[in-house]
């Protein structure tokens, strides 16, 4: 299986445009059989398999892929669910009670994705970075090391918390300010409540008119379980977060086309 190095010069250039939903990777493939046999390599007896920092999946070698290697970090107001957020990505078990992350953490999260363009299959490795707000608060070298080489920000805000709604100019500038080459994500979490939400569907839209960035929602509601009650479905918790892997991928995959120069640039500052 060989590694595709990601390429750097997306971070010399301004962000291309976002690719329409759809148009970089096949969004449903993972429900197909075909897509079901990669994703067996990512399960255990229908349970999510976790994989450290030097581990890998290992398909049968009919079907060898390239690997794609991603550092993203994940950004917003102490409480939105950011490690809620990267548990649910992982198929671990999310929190029940709101706990500060001590400093940095990081979890590997492998999805396997079909370009439309070549109909080849690719499988993203997404390394998660996450860091508690009061520990980039004290600490100085926390953000910077968060930041270095990163691919991706995620940036979330919840739908029961207005503020971190209105948090997000300020994350934007704070953390992506220095660094217009990397790709940006919103997450709306806790999208289960939205009968109690603080962020009306005209905020989001006029968010999205101003920043054309892609902007995602996920539920916060615990997962749903095999027979035992307890263990939590790997297949069911897949289903539900397909859309950010996904979306993710998409986004990646799609910047580094522009930045090795096999697609156009369409950003702001690419010249005419």
Not at 18 to 33: K, L
Request: proline share 7%; with cysteine.
């Amino acid at each position: 299986m060989g590694i595709i190095r990601h390429s750097t010069l997306s971070r010399c250039q301004a962000m291309a445009r976002p690719p329409a939903p759809g148009s970089v990777i096949v969004p449903d493939w993972h429900e197909s059989a075909e897509g079901k046999e990669y994703l067996a390599c990512i399960l255990r007896k229908n349970r999510r398999r976790v994989f450290g920092l030097l581990e890998r999946p290992v398909l049968p070698p009919p079907v060898a892929i390239d690997t794609a290697s991603y550092k993203i970090f994940v950004s917003g107001k102490s409480g939105v669910g950011k490690t809620a957020l990267v548990a649910k990505l992982a198929g671990l078990e999310v929190p029940v009670v709101h706990h500060e992350t001590a400093g940095i953490q990081t979890t590997v999260v492998f999805w396997p994705a079909k370009l439309q363009a070549s109909d080849r299959v690719v499988m993203f490795r997404f390394e998660f970075w996450d860091c508690g707000e009061s520990a980039l608060k004290k600490f100085d070298h926390m953000l910077p090391a968060c930041k270095e080489k990163t691919d991706a920000f995620l940036f979330l805000f919840s739908f029961t918390d207005r503020a971190s709604f209105e948090d997000l100019p300020g994350q934007l500038a704070r953390v992506a300010g220095d660094t217009p080459g990397v790709v940006r994500m919103v997450i709306g979490s806790k999208f289960d409540q939205y009968m109690h939400t603080d962020v009306p569907e005209r905020d989001l839209t006029a968010f999205r008119q101003a920043w054309e960035l892609p902007l995602l929602r996920v539920k916060s509601v615990p997962g749903r379980r095999l027979a035992d009650g307890r263990t939590l479905d790997g297949w069911a918790g897949l289903a539900d977060v397909a859309h950010v892997l996904n979306g993710l991928a998409e986004q990646l995959w799609h910047q580094d086309q522009v930045a090795a120069g096999l697609l156009p640039d369409t950003s702001e500052n690419s010249p005419s």
